[in-house]
């Protein structure tokens, strides 16, 4: 039996007690009022994501990967992070991965019982040879998921990086996992319904983890994303334009060195500040490790 009265997410909240006999917007100013709450929840527990992102920045250029795991709501707001890394900073689609408990149906449609087992998440680890190496982002609202918790004590026994990602204080999850990362938005505006301030606050906690992992990586030169990746026509002209922002070139050149580049933006951009080769700018590139600011300084040396 679970005591959901002991859970921070399954709390009444006063000032949504009456919202359905509220007009239609005043219900939706009660609902923003309440959203407003949640990113600043988030400020308690940046020390915290900040340690993160420097774990998995580190275990990355080590050889690691980065995996995200939760049930429902919580496993898909990993995979929708995961998915979104290849696109916007050129990563390999097998570096960042979102695992949801009863797999890829369970994205669409819930899966009954899969949140309860606590073997299937070793058994979903393990297709992906989850190691020592790597990093695991448990992701439960309520702290508390047999499936995200048995994963998290996996991570533990094989020496990965085990972080619990929640938004109930005192879970299982916190107690069992390396690093804890707690955000409070207080009672849903719908008692229990937890896709709602508590997968808003998950969201932006993710955003952050990936982010931040990115620009330590030397993915994002000032606050541009210079290791987009040009698969598609937006993504083609946002790498143009990134590469004439940076250099102040015209179209033109910034085209001719995309495609010189095979569309790489980084490479690009620093064949065209550099003036040396594709294959020269690569060479300088890789012995800064990526780093497009560190390159351009060790052209001066």
């Given at each position: 039996?679970?005591?959901?009265?002991?859970?921070?997410?399954?709390?009444?909240?006063?000032?949504?007690?009456?919202?359905?006999?509220?007009?239609?917007?005043?219900?939706?100013?009660?609902?923003?009022?309440?959203?407003?709450?949640?990113?600043?929840?988030?400020?308690?527990?940046?020390?915290?994501?900040?340690?993160?992102?420097?774990?998995?920045?580190?275990?990355?250029?080590?050889?690691?990967?980065?995996?995200?795991?939760?049930?429902?709501?919580?496993?898909?707001?990993?995979?929708?992070?995961?998915?979104?890394?290849?696109?916007?900073?050129?990563?390999?689609?097998e570096?960042?991965?979102?695992?949801?408990?009863?797999?890829?149906?369970?994205?669409?449609?819930?899966?009954?019982?899969?949140?309860d087992?606590?073997?299937?998440?070793?058994?979903?680890?393990?297709?992906?040879?989850?190691?020592?190496?790597?990093?695991?982002?448990?992701?439960?609202?309520?702290?508390?998921?047999?499936?995200?918790?048995?994963?998290?004590?996996?991570?533990?026994?094989?020496?990965?990086?085990s972080?619990?990602?929640?938004?109930?204080?005192?879970?299982?999850?916190?107690?069992?996992?390396?690093?804890?990362?707690?955000?409070?938005?207080?009672?849903?505006?719908?008692?229990?319904?937890?896709?709602?301030?508590?997968?808003?606050?998950?969201?932006?906690?993710?955003?952050?983890?990936?982010?931040?992992?990115?620009?330590?990586?030397?993915?994002?030169y000032?606050?541009?994303?210079?290791?987009?990746?040009?698969?598609?026509?937006?993504?083609?002209?946002?790498?143009?334009?990134?590469?004439?922002?940076?250099?102040?070139?015209?179209?033109?050149?910034?085209?001719?060195?995309?495609?010189?580049?095979?569309?790489?933006?980084?490479?690009?951009?620093?064949?065209?500040?550099?003036?040396?080769?594709?294959?020269?700018?690569?060479?300088?590139?890789?012995?800064a490790?990526?780093?497009?600011?560190q390159?351009?300084?060790?052209?001066?040396?």
């Open positions: 039996m679970i005591n959901l009265s002991q859970i921070a997410t399954e709390q009444a909240n006063p000032a949504t007690k009456h919202i359905d006999e509220l007009s239609t917007i005043d219900m939706l100013k009660t609902i923003n009022a309440e959203d407003q709450k949640v990113a600043c929840s988030l400020e308690p527990a940046l020390p915290v994501i900040a340690d993160v992102v420097d774990v998995i920045a580190y275990k990355i250029k080590q050889g690691g990967r980065l995996f995200y795991i939760g049930a429902g709501t919580s496993g898909r707001l990993g995979i929708l992070d995961a998915v979104e890394c290849p696109p916007t900073f050129g990563t390999d689609p570096l960042v991965i979102g695992i949801i408990a009863g797999g890829t149906p369970a994205i669409f449609k819930a899966v009954e019982g899969a949140e087992s606590t073997e299937l998440a070793l058994g979903d680890l393990n297709e992906y040879c989850f190691n020592h190496k790597d990093v695991l982002v448990g992701i439960a609202a309520s702290g508390r998921t047999p499936y995200t918790l048995s994963a998290i004590k996996y991570a533990r026994e094989l020496g990965a990086t972080v619990s990602l929640t938004c109930s204080p005192n879970s299982p999850m916190e107690e069992a996992a390396e690093y804890a990362i707690v955000v409070q938005p207080g009672p849903e505006v719908i008692t229990g319904s937890t896709r709602l301030k508590a997968g808003t606050a998950q969201k932006l906690v993710l955003n952050m983890l990936s982010t931040g992992t990115m620009i330590k990586l030397g993915k994002v000032g606050h541009l994303m210079v290791d987009v990746k040009a698969s598609n026509q937006k993504l083609t002209e946002r790498a143009t334009r990134i590469v004439m922002e940076v250099t102040d070139c015209d179209r033109e050149t910034a085209v001719e060195a995309l495609n010189n580049a095979k569309g790489k933006a980084k490479l690009a951009i620093f064949h065209i500040i550099s003036g040396e080769t594709i294959e020269n700018s690569k060479r300088l590139l890789n012995e490790d990526g780093y497009i600011g390159a351009i300084k060790n052209l001066t040396l």
